[in-house]
């Protein structure tokens, strides 16, 4: 298995060295929030976040590369990486982003494409390569294509989480989960075109004045596995008439300061909440920590 050191380098030499930012989704921008459990979510886990009091959260939304210079209009998923505080002070994270399927099913897989998403000559040579390997990610090309489309706003899109997660009860019983933030105002994707003529951060900007109007609000659903479906398999698609919960609401009230160092990791985890042995996302903490490491240097 590739190790988080060559992974970083691999992404450095695919986006470039840029001291300060993320080695991925380096263009972003930290709000803060509340979120609110349902009835539901505390039905289905004891976590203390969802209990059914409001906890406060960290939010940063962001583009995906690892360019903090790339405008807004170029073509990228965009994450939402939210981080609860619990009453005792500690902290669980979800990380999430507008691509509907993560289609890599080890940390190998994912490396091997980064340096193919850089259209060039060789790339359009390498690429037909890599998916006739990997025909799994073949199959989620079209319906991932359409979520690199400029969005109107941070605030429009669905985010999806690429991990399951087993939500322990207050009776013991598990059940594995994977988490959507649906947004309360969806809007249809702008064309390049119009995209380009709001300006090189106008998804910032669009975000900035929104959140000056009121409140931002995403609902939590969560996808309840069936008998065969896989939780550590981050390629698995379960099937869509999974049962499907809102968890909660999250209400994003304005820009934070004082947040930019923060990492928004996966797997820290809270009681009630369990991890998977998802290959990729055991493989995600030590890479958060050298990217982490390198910007605060």
Not at 4 to 30: C, D, N, S, T, W
């Amino acid at each position: 298995m590739i190790t988080p050191e060559r992974a970083m380098q691999v992404i450095r030499g695919r986006f470039g060295k840029h001291p300060g930012h993320r080695a991925l989704h380096a263009k972003g921008v930290i709000c803060a929030g509340t979120f609110t459990a349902t009835p539901a979510a505390r039905e289905l886990t004891r976590a203390p976040h969802m209990q059914g009091e409001p906890v406060p959260a960290i939010v940063r939304f962001s583009n995906g590369g690892g360019d903090p210079g790339v405008p807004d209009y170029a073509p990228d998923v965009r994450g939402l990486a939210v981080s609860f505080e619990l009453p005792d002070g500690s902290r669980t994270d979800i990380v999430a982003q507008t691509a509907p399927h993560f289609p890599f099913r080890t940390p190998d897989e994912f490396i091997e494409f980064i340096p193919l998403s850089r259209p060039s000559p060789a790339t359009a040579l390498r690429l037909p390569l890599y998916l006739a390997r990997h025909p799994h990610v073949a199959r989620t090309l079209p319906a991932n294509l359409k979520a690199l489309a400029p969005p109107a706003s941070f605030a429009a899109r669905p985010y999806y989480a690429i991990h399951a997660f087993k939500w322990i009860a207050a009776d013991g019983s598990g059940r594995w989960v994977r988490y959507t933030w649906r947004p309360h105002d969806p809007q249809p994707n702008l064309s390049r075109a119009e995209a380009k003529r709001r300006g090189r951060d106008y998804l910032f900007e669009e975000l900035a004045q929104r959140l000056e109007r009121g409140p931002v609000r995403f609902d939590l659903e969560v996808q309840i596995a069936g008998a065969g479906d896989d939780p550590h398999d981050p390629a698995a698609s379960w099937p869509a008439d999974r049962e499907r919960v809102v968890a909660g609401t999250l209400e994003i009230a304005s820009a934070a300061e004082g947040h930019d160092g923060m990492v928004f990791d996966p797997t820290r985890v809270c009681e009630g909440i369990e991890l998977s042995d998802d290959p990729v996302m055991r493989f995600r903490p030590r890479a958060y920590s050298l990217s982490h490491e390198a910007r605060s240097a």
